[in-house]
């Protein structure tokens, strides 16, 4: 069974400048997560996705992020523009019974 | 709002050493723990999960226990090696905000050998 893709895995850019990150979860979970994990803190969950509905997005700034997952498979995640505190891992997780999976996440540093 | 809390931070240890690791967290009501490990560089790897209406898990050399009561968790590694050496994160799922996940900052493990 393939596990959860993420693309790309490392991402540079400067203050200002957009970013948009992939991810493909396991295939028929139906519950898709996106988490941002700053270093040494544990992941801090962005948005919450049960098929192509938004679930909990109450710590999404969507004032600079946002996320979609049209056909209820893969999903993206958009930072524009990006700001020095969002240098971080962006993780994505997918889950059919509760039991999390986690892609190998995208490490974003931004300058 | 769900606090997860683990200590300690870090811990370091002889090769061959039972250790333990605790989670703590605010809110009884959860609906699921979860203990992951994560090496430098890696994402999340799932270890045990823990239903609110079970007390302990095991898979080899790892056990989970879960007191709902208290709010903790602990997760003891038996006989430990160098390849233990990671990031162990627990996170609880909450009932009243769409069984969503709170982690904790996590435990860094470093087994000598």
């Known amino acids: 069974e393939a596990g959860v893709a993420q693309s790309p895995r490392y991402k540079i850019i400067e203050k200002r400048q957009s970013v948009a990150f992939w991810c493909n979860p396991i295939?028929?979970?139906?519950?898709l997560y996106w988490y941002q994990q700053i270093l040494g803190q544990g992941p801090k969950l962005l948005i919450q996705f049960q098929n192509n509905g938004v679930v909990d997005d109450s710590q999404l700034p969507k004032d600079r992020f946002s996320a979609e997952r049209l056909k209820g498979v893969d999903s993206t995640l958009k930072i524009q523009p990006a700001k020095l505190e969002d240098s971080a891992v962006y993780l994505c997780?997918?889950?059919?019974?509760?039991?999390?999976?986690f892609g190998p996440g995208t490490r974003l540093t931004v300058l | 709002k769900q606090e997860v809390t683990q200590i300690p931070a870090a811990l370091s240890v002889p090769e061959g050493e039972n250790l333990v690791l605790n989670c703590s967290f605010t809110?009884?009501?959860?609906?699921?723990l979860q203990w992951f490990r994560q090496d430098p560089g890696k994402g999340l790897t799932s270890l045990l999960l823990i239903q609110s209406s079970q007390r302990e898990q095991t898979s080899g050399r790892l056990n989970a226990s879960l007191d709902k009561s208290s709010g903790r968790s602990t997760l003891y590694i038996a006989a430990s090696q160098p390849g233990d050496s990671a990031t162990y994160l627990c996170a609880v799922s909450s009932p009243a905000d769409f069984n969503k996940f709170y982690f904790g900052s996590g435990t860094k493990l470093n087994v000598k050998p």
């Open positions: 997780a997918s889950s059919l019974t509760g039991v999390q999976f």
């Open positions: 809110d009884s009501a959860i609906y699921n």
């Open positions: 295939s028929g979970h139906a519950t």
